[in-house]
């Protein structure tokens, strides 16, 4: 199975910070790799798939980097709707396999 | 717009099989390039991919639950279904159906809300 770490494992930060977790997979996974963003008692939401790509609605201040193995999440100025927790996953391979989960909670 | 709907029951005894309906809608099960999946998260935990039907009729499951899980089409009432058999409480968890396009990037684009099953006597 392919596994993906992510760090930090929570985080707090205030309305308009920039925020970065990371997400790194145990091979190379190209770019078969998505954001998703999770809020209580609510199904996941895609927020980035294919390494790069914004899922349609979702707004432009979140954005992916990588570079190899290891990809980024940017939120470029944090908004009181963004306070979730986030998972990476890839789609390289089968099982498909998520990241544990980065809570982003307000400071 | 398409949307899933997960239905069955909440409750279901150790030992037995838990069985879960997703019902899709806005769209054809059996059409496109899309596989149909189930996953599911414990209680405060991350989340699991359980296994999918593909549109073109194939199956991949988890291998970590592959002797326990059946995932089947029905066509004709357009839903697709989650059988996992022998269960116990570590079976506990919220189940989401989610559908992946596959093509040149997979990912779960649509979700159900989620269904709660407990495992418990």
């Known amino acids: 199975d392919i596994q993906m770490t992510q760090s930090p494992s929570s985080l707090s930060a205030s309305v308009g910070d920039r925020v970065t977790i990371t997400c790194r997979a145990s091979?190379?996974?190209?770019?078969?790799f998505n954001w998703y963003q999770q809020k209580p008692g609510k199904a996941p939401k895609l927020l980035i798939y294919?390494?790069?790509t914004l899922q349609s609605g979702v707004p432009s201040r979140f954005s992916n980097s990588n570079s190899g193995a290891d990809f980024t999440l940017t939120i470029s100025s944090l908004q009181p709707e963004d306070f979730a927790t986030y998972y990476c996953?890839?789609?390289?391979?089968?099982?498909?396999?998520f990241g544990p989960g980065t809570k982003l909670e307000i400071k | 717009q398409v949307q899933l709907q997960e239905s069955g029951p909440r409750l279901v005894k150790p030992s037995e099989t838990l069985s879960l309906t997703c019902t899709v809608s806005?769209?054809?099960?059996?059409?496109?390039?899309?596989?149909w999946s189930w996953i599911r998260q414990p209680p405060g935990k991350g989340l699991e991919w359980i296994g999918y039907?593909?549109?073109?009729?194939?199956?991949n499951y988890n291998p970590s639950l592959k002797s326990r899980v059946t995932i089947s089409v029905d066509s004709s009432k357009n839903q697709f279904s989650l059988n996992l058999s022998s269960v116990t409480a570590t079976d506990t968890a919220m189940y989401y159906c989610?559908?992946?396009?596959?093509?040149?990037?997979?990912?779960?684009?649509?979700w159900g809300q989620g269904t709660m099953v407990t495992v418990s006597s």
């Open positions: 989610a559908r992946e396009p596959y093509g040149d990037y997979d990912a779960f684009d649509i």
């Open positions: 806005g769209g054809f099960v059996s059409s496109g390039s899309y596989f």
């Open positions: 039907f593909s549109s073109r009729g194939t199956t």
């Open positions: 091979q190379n996974i190209r770019s078969y």
């Open positions: 294919g390494a790069s």
């Open positions: 996953q890839q789609s390289y391979g089968t099982p498909r396999t």
